[in-house]
């Protein structure tokens, strides 16, 4: 028996981008760090919350790549004249990605207390409606 891919079923055509949206989301990093909450904040609007003590704006960056959200942190390296009896603050570096859907674009992002937010919006799509003409090939007689 034949495994027919998501993108190759006779009734998705032109789905083939959302096959490679799955391949590449089940492919993010899966470390736990820094840990992050997804909320709806309203009916077209989202956050994630990134818990990233330690960091400064300075130290982050936030792009969007292919509908693919980056966030990036590095911290600046400590003195080394510091001496650590315990050290449970982790500062290494980190990248999150999030696959966004198709009319979701980043409203902005902000730095609280520890936590980086980056809202989300859905853009509610324009309702287009199409007509085709059904025409006549040239050399068919009827």
Known sequence: MTKLSFGAHPYLLGFEQLER???????TGADGYPPYNIEA???NAYRISL???GFCEADMSITVED???VIRGR????????VFLHRGIAARAFQRS???AEGVEVAGAHL???LLHVD???VAPSSVVQSIAIGRKEGVKT
């Open 51 to 53: 818990a990233v003590a």
């Open 21 to 27: 949206l799955v391949e590449r989301t089940a492919k």
């Open 75 to 82: 911290q600046a390296d400590d003195p080394q004249d510091r």
């Open 120 to 122: 989300l919006r859905r």
């Open 112 to 114: 609280e207390l520890g």
């Open 98 to 100: 999030f696959v966004l």
């Open 67 to 69: 509908r693919q959200l």
């Open 41 to 43: 904040v309203a009916e």
